[in-house]
């Protein structure tokens, strides 16, 4: 009888412990019938959390997260690191202090670098950038050493008299409309007014007049407040342009302390991870809030991998262009301390030292550590006319063979799904651009316990770092190129004619910008990460 009871437990505890790895038998997601575009407008809670939900149940092409959950219930999940090299997070937001990373061989505020890894009380992550807050652009860094005679240097001059005639000229028009707006107030004695009310003046200021049109039609299309908020970003964000990034008599590097063009110089920065103000760590705590906000918890978003991941906090992204230095030191630090994702939701069209960033990549791809990028927001083809652009970071050196296998590119996908797909901010590209995800007006944490719509391939890639990281999870025994693999193979391919750059005249099918021609989904990815781990 002893023996029977022995034997009957051993079978139990072997069949309870294939319960949480029993083989996936759910069929992936195709597009067998041409998809009818939703054609009502998004609810508030869709809106809010639209990437998670389905293109074939809801019409709504987002990545099918909730449908991947469902998958999942049940099976066991081992915690993933996901290094956010940005420009702080907010690691106090309550919607993303229970899932920060918290550095267990380091003890908080004593002074002493405990794990002798080079950082002093890095608890939470590191900051590369000290108390600096605003950079120039790279041209400008290159056009500041003077005129060398080389090609470099004249790109790098020719690129800063076009930005800055740009910048100014934008400063301007928006200064243009702003004034009319302020003018139409006081004519109505209104501080807030609608389209009727606007049509309905009779002004003889030719300002009011020549602007009233598109005044009207912008106010049928959203709120007063609305417009008043793009207005007053587009105005800071020109103005910051000129006092910071394309000021070629500003020295944002000065408050660091280090030697920029010294990768061995590495004693810098300090552990505020957040940085010394908390609205410049807006970017990086929406990109953590993608990746891993609390799910369900109807505040903001839903995180795409909030219950498995930790966020480690690498800050080295300025208001203005990364050096090529911190950004190696952060994947390093990211890999040395135990991250297995990296959310990189940055880049720059110079580089002058891009090598200590390739070879990061490559340490990364050697400790199995998957790198995630954006594709770029300048709505352009990368892959234009036989040539490629000089976007980093990258994983090939100006088109040339893939340095490593554990990089990704993504591009930015809309909720309209017909010619408006392809986010008209979204770079793409043949060869450079590996998949797209999910990137306008997505809704996640942002600092001060708050919460935002913002859009960019910056929001598309933690997108899809959080399908990475979730797939990590629960298949921890696959690589990173398996795992990169998984996610381009696993994408729905879409065929449509979709506009590019916002332009319906300039048209090209979806299966042209990029390597898959497709838009991340979790749902399969998950199905196809179950046949991989099972050698399949």
């Avoid at 970003?233 to 280090?258: C, M, S, T």
């Avoid at 809030?289 to 839903?302: E, H, P």
């Avoid at 979806?510 to 898959?516: A, D, N, Q």
């Amino acid at each position: 009888m002893k023996f029977k009871a022995i034997y009957l437990s051993a079978a139990l505890a072997l069949a309870l412990a294939s319960c949480g790895t029993a083989k996936i038998t759910a069929e992936p997601i195709t597009i067998t019938a041409p998809i009818t575009a939703k054609k009502a407008p998004l609810t508030e809670t869709q809106e809010k959390r639209w990437s998670d939900l389905d293109l074939v149940k809801d019409t709504i092409p987002g990545m099918s997260v909730d449908r991947a959950y469902e998958l999942l219930k049940g099976r066991k999940s081992k915690k993933v690191i996901v290094g956010v090299v940005d420009s702080g997070v907010d690691v106090k937001h309550p919607d993303l202090a229970p899932v920060i990373w918290n550095n267990p061989k380091e003890i908080a505020n004593n002074g002493k670098d405990d794990d002798n890894n080079g950082y002093i009380d890095d608890v939470n992550g590191w900051n590369f950038l000290g108390d600096a807050e605003n950079e120039n652009l790279e041209f400008v860094r290159i056009m500041k050493k003077g005129d060398d005679g080389s090609a470099l240097y004249k790109r790098a001059k020719a690129e800063y008299d076009k930005e800055s005639k740009e910048a100014k000229t934008e400063l301007q028009k928006i200064d243009y409309i702003i004034n009319a707006n302020n003018k139409i107030k006081a004519e109505l004695k209104k501080d807030t007014y609608t389209a009727q009310d606007l049509q309905n003046l009779k002004s003889s200021d030719p300002l009011i007049n020549e602007l009233k049109p598109q005044l009207s039609y912008i106010l049928t299309q959203v709120p007063m407040s609305e417009l008043e908020k793009e207005l007053k970003e587009a105005k800071d964000h020109f103005e910051d342009q000129l006092e910071y990034n394309l000021n070629p008599k500003f020295d944002g590097r000065k408050i660091v302390g280090d030697n920029p063009n010294d990768i061995n110089d590495k004693k810098y920065g300090n552990n505020n991870v957040i940085g010394p103000v908390a609205d410049g760590a807006k970017h990086g705590t929406h990109v953590a809030g993608i990746i891993a906000q609390t799910r369900g918890n109807n505040l903001g978003g839903d995180g795409v991998a909030s219950n498995v991941v930790e966020i480690m906090a690498v800050r080295a992204v300025p208001n203005g262009d990364e050096y090529d230095k911190d950004v190696a030191l952060a994947i390093r630090y990211a890999v040395d301390n135990g991250a297995k994702v990296i959310n990189g939701s940055f880049g720059k069209y110079f580089s002058t030292h891009s090598d200590w960033v390739y070879d990061a990549i490559k340490y990364a791809a050697d400790k199995d550590v998957l790198i995630v990028c954006a594709a770029g927001n300048e709505g352009m083809d990368l892959n234009k006319d036989g040539k490629t652009a000089e976007r980093y970071p990258n994983d090939s050196k100006v088109g040339g063979p893939e340095i490593a296998d554990n990089f990704l590119t993504i591009g930015a996908i809309s909720y309209n799904y017909g010619p408006e797909l392809l986010a008209d901010f979204s770079n793409y590209g043949k060869q450079e651009v590996d998949i797209f995800s999910p990137g306008v007006r997505i809704y996640a944490t942002t600092p001060n316990n708050n919460y935002e719509f913002l859009q960019g391939t910056s929001m598309a890639s933690p997108n899809a770092a959080g399908v990475a990281a979730l797939i990590r999870a629960y298949y921890p025994k696959l690589t990173a190129p398996q795992i990169k693999k998984i996610i381009m193979d696993s994408g729905i391919p879409v065929g449509i004619k979709v506009n590019l750059g916002g332009d319906p005249r300039d048209t090209r099918s979806f299966s042209e910008l990029s390597r898959t021609g497709k838009i991340i989904n979790a749902y399969n990815a998950i199905i196809l990460a179950d046949k991989v781990s099972r050698g399949k």
